[in-house]
Each structure stands twice: as C-alpha cells, then as structure tokens.
C-alpha cells in the first residue's frame, strides 16, 4: 500500500455542502471518514457522493446496542458497500459475533473502539468501575473483538505496539491522534507522528486536523504523504 492509501481524512463538518466542499479542496484524498455528525444532517447522501467519487469510506458510527440491534445496523450499514465499520467492543460478545455474522460475505469490514481515548485512567476506574489498567483494558477488548470475528481495532499510537505483538498481524490497526511534528496538537494529548505510528504496526493512521485546518491543505497532505515514504 502506497502512503497516501494508509491515510484516512474525517469529514468533521456539520453539513452535506461542507462534506462536498472539503472533497473538492482535496481530491488527493482516497479514503475518507464520516463520524455522527455529518452523518447526523446529511444521512446516507454522503455516502452516495463518496461512492460517486470512487472513494473509499469509514463510516464511523460507534455502535452500542443489544446484539439483535447491533448487528441489523451492521447489515444496513454494509448496504452502502462503506469499507470500514465501527462498534464498541463494550457492547460485548453476542453482539460483536452477531454483527461479524451480519456483514459475512459483504465488503464492509468491522472495526472494534477498544476504549474511547477521551476517557481517562480515572474516569475508567472511579466512574465506569473497571478494575484494569487502561491500556490492560484496550487490549482486552481488542482481543475480545478479534476472537469474535472483527477485522480490525481503533486504538490509540500509544497502544499499537503491545496490540500488535498480542494480536498478531492479522487484526487491522486504525490509528486517530496523529500529529506530525510541524503540526498543532490541538485537544489530541498524546500524538504521535505518522511515520512513527506505520513503524510501531499501524494499517491506517486516521489524520483530521493537521490536514483539514491547515492553511494550504493540499500542500499538508503532500508533506504527509512524503514523510512517510521517506521514512
Ligand atoms: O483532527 P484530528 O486528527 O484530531 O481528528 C481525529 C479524528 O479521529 C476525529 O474524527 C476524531 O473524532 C476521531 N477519533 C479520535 N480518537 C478516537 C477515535 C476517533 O480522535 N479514539
């Protein structure tokens, strides 16, 4: 896979005409992700346009439901041929093998949101109650969604590593947080650079901001794309 096939470009705008002009400003870009907001106002039209386009897609709706639920919104979702699916491992066992039967056969792949990077360690023990570790904890339910029959994780830079040796090589890794070094880090924490992040084992670095608020986009991306063929 080429630098710029690794890379994945949220559409993080509140409405379909936003959606449209971020696409036009970059038409480099081949894969792209829309997460509940757009979602939220556009619907489905979205994912029309992206199709058109012959792009690739993320739709990244984070379900959380009971099993039956679950997975005949997976199903719904793989109707629209998106590539890549997201669903809480939280939602637990019967749900994830459900939705991994749902979308068997289709082109849509499930990815598992081990842990949500905006929780905290102490939000994670004092108000959810769980006993790991964070990072125990991701990997738990990483493992947990690949034995139920997902195609990949999203984790954080910071855990591709360990979720790499645990896993092995045929989880896939999606990667948000990443931040080169000339960018700004914005509300992301702990960032990683992108090169750094495909070295430590990730499949697709998630890449928002840096690219999207940068004043020349189209020259951020470039400059993305060849730090990581240089690495
Ligand atoms: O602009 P930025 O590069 O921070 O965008 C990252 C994208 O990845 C956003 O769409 C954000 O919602 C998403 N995301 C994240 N952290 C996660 C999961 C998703 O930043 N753990």
């Known amino acids: 896979m080429t630098a710029a096939e690794r890379i994945i470009v949220p559409l993080d705008v509140p409405t379909l005409a936003d959606a449209i002009s971020l696409l036009e400003q ?12 757009l979602f939220v ?12 386009r012959q792009k690739r897609i ?21 109707v629209y041929e998106v590539d890549f699916l997201s669903l809480h491992a939280a939602a637990g066992r019967a749900a994830l ?3 991994a039967a749902a979308t ?6 499930l990815l598992a949101i081990s842990v949500l990077t905006s929780l905290s360690a102490r939000e994670l023990a004092l108000d959810l109650k769980i006993s790991l ?12 969604a690949q034995d139920c029959g997902l195609a990949g994780a999203v984790c954080s830079p910071q855990e591709i590593a360990a979720l790499r040796r645990v896993c092995g090589n045929n989880l896939l890794l999606v990667c948000p947080g990443i931040r080169p070094t000339w ?14 992040a495909l070295q430590a084992g990730a499949d697709y670095l998630v890449i ?3 690219i999207t608020a940068a004043s020349h986009p189209a020259q951020a991306w470039e400059r993305i794309c060849e730090e990581i063929t240089a690495a």
């Open 183 to 196: 960018s700004d880090p914005g509300d992301q924490r702990r960032t990683t650079p992108p090169a750094q």
């Open 26 to 37: 970059l038409p480099q870009v081949n894969f792209w992700k829309v997460g509940l907001e």
């Open 104 to 109: 068997q056969g289709t082109s849509t792949k």
């Open 97 to 99: 093998t459900a939705a």
């Open 58 to 78: 993320f739709l990244d709706l984070k379900f959380h439901d009971i099993p039956n639920t679950v997975a005949k919104a997976c199903r719904g979702a793989a």
């Open 208 to 210: 928002g901001r840096p």
């Open 133 to 144: 570790e964070l990072q125990d904890y991701a990997l738990q339910m990483a493992l947990l």
């Open 41 to 52: 106002s556009s619907g489905p039209a979205i994912l029309q346009v992206l199709r058109e």
